[in-house]
């Protein structure tokens, strides 16, 4: 049963932040930026430190049992930061910057 919560837990973490990433490509936001790494953080944590070793029947070690609630934090400091921000538009720099300028010449 708790395999089954952290699995789901990861696959909706992932697919809100594919959500979230799809709307960055539109609406270039410093909060949603930071939101979208925030949901990155939490589900690929939940997804490599909790998940998969409990699927490969491995022991918790030393490493995971710190980093794991370290990295759960860090996503909830980054998921409440992007609240507070501002709804500043960010411009992109360097291969961002290349990305999308091939991408509006490509729709043009």
Do not use: K, Y
Not at 33 to 48: D, E, G, K, P, Q
Not at 77 to 103: E, I, K, N, T, Y
């Amino acid at each position: 049963m708790d395999l089954a919560l952290d699995t789901a837990a990861s696959v909706i973490g992932l697919l809100a932040c594919i959500l979230v990433i799809g709307r960055l490509r539109h609406r270039t936001r410093l909060n949603e930026l930071v939101l979208a790494c925030a949901l990155a953080v939490l589900a690929l944590s939940n997804l490599f430190l909790c998940t998969v070793p409990a699927v490969a029947g491995w022991e918790p070690d030393d490493l995971t049992v710190w980093v794991a609630p370290v990295a759960m934090s860090f996503g909830a400091l980054l998921f409440v930061l992007a609240a507070f921000l501002p709804d500043r538009h960010v411009q992109p720099s360097g291969p961002l910057l290349v990305v999308s300028v091939s991408q509006t010449r490509t729709a043009s």
